[in-house]
């Protein structure tokens, strides 16, 4: 499985952004779609998830309520609206898939290359 992320870039505090995930070499079924992310010098830390067959979402304290992680079957993407950002939101954002929920970056087996969020106060 390849993962592609995308849709990063700079924004103003309160702004919004969509970054989506691609899937391909593999059409999901099963799987948990995870999304982290890692500020600079900084560990990575969970954002949230979603089970591609039903479609169960999971979200850190930190941005429940703000980002909305949806899925796209038909063109194998996950997406996660982030609104009302803040400019500790600021990080490298990843996807990621696995078969279990969980907000260790090692429960999870692929790994997209991150897209880079920056939100000005």
């Known amino acids: 499985v390849q993962l592609q992320a995308s849709g990063g870039g700079l924004v103003q505090a309160g702004g919004s952004l969509r970054l989506s995930c691609a899937a391909s070499?593999?059409?999901?079924?099963?799987?948990?779609v995870g999304w982290f992310r890692q500020a600079p010098g900084k560990e990575r830390r969970f954002v949230g998830a979603?089970?591609?067959?039903?479609?169960?979402?999971y979200y850190a304290d930190s941005v429940k309520g703000r980002f909305t992680i949806s899925r796209d079957n038909a063109k194998n993407t996950v997406y996660v609206q982030m609104n009302s950002l803040k400019p500790e939101d600021t990080a490298v954002y990843y996807c990621?898939?696995?078969?279990?929920?969980?907000?260790?970056?090692?429960?999870?087996?692929?790994w997209g290359q991150g897209t880079e969020v920056t939100v000005s106060s």
């Open positions: 979603i089970t591609w067959s039903g479609g169960s979402t």
């Open positions: 070499g593999r059409t999901f079924s099963n799987e948990v």
């Open positions: 990621a898939a696995g078969t279990v929920v969980a907000n260790l970056p090692s429960s999870y087996d692929y």
